[in-house]
């Protein structure tokens, strides 16, 4: 039985689960749920995620929530194309970075969105936004300090794919409101050159969240 996969189009922690599906060739169903018509807070949805979110998976009858206990899950159940080294050393810094990913990045980021691409233009505060701008630019030089190759790890890893889609929301947002959102250009250039990797991924564009092809 393949497994399903559901996820909200433009969900940064779901595009992580998404990555990590495409780059281990698991056979999966991909179910898209609407934010807008609340299909995450249906019955038979609740069933497999009682918080009522995504992402969230059923892999032959068994439901799992929470992003990165999915990617553990997947990794551990599909060892093909490994996303974790075995050194525990090693394991230990990229689930390291995932967590700082998702507290600090996410945070940054979703700050960001909140003030630009959830709220009117008439709603909209200059200074709001200028300042959670600061707060992204304030986080770019540690990611760029620990990128020290192609990869955050020394390979292709779950920590590449937990922080890309972080980085990729106030570029979003920037193409959707120009000049309120951070531009490539102003990404460190090791930080731009490696997400230009992570979009040369063979299997990168079927991830790309439906709506942004619209």
């Known amino acids: 039985m393949a497994l399903t996969f559901y996820f909200g189009s433009g969900s940064p922690f779901a595009w992580k689960v998404w990555l990590v599906l495409e780059h281990k060739a698991i ?6 749920l609407s934010f807008d018509n609340d299909d995450t807070k249906s019955p038979d ?3 497999v995620n009682p918080r009522g979110r995504v992402p969230a998976i059923v892999d032959d009858g068994f439901a799992l929530y929470e992003s990165n206990a999915i990617c553990e899950y997947l990794e ?6 490994p996303l974790l080294p075995k050194d525990v050393q090693a394991r230990a810094i990229i689930r390291r970075l995932i967590a ?4 600090y990045l996410y945070a ?32 770019l030089p540690f990611w760029a300090n620990s990128l020290k190759g192609d ?16 980085m990729r929301i106030p570029v979003r947002v920037e193409e959707r409101v120009p000049g309120q959102g951070i531009k490539r250009e102003e990404l460190p250039a090791n930080i731009a050159a490696w997400m230009k990797r992570i979009e040369a991924l063979p299997y990168f564009e079927r991830t790309i969240p439906p709506h942004w092809k619209a």
């Open 76 to 81: 551990e159940k599909y060892p093909q194309n």
């Open 100 to 103: 700082e990913a998702d507290n």
């Open 151 to 166: 990869f955050f790890a020394d390979r292709l890893s779950l920590a590449d794919f937990a922080i890309y889609p972080y």
């Open 45 to 47: 949805f609740l069933k």
């Open 27 to 32: 056979p999966h169903t991909a179910t898209r």
């Open 108 to 139: 940054a980021g979703s700050a960001l969105m909140e003030q630009t691409l959830y709220v009117s233009p008439s709603e909209r505060s200059p200074a709001r936004i200028e300042e959670a701008k600061a707060k992204v630019r304030a986080e």
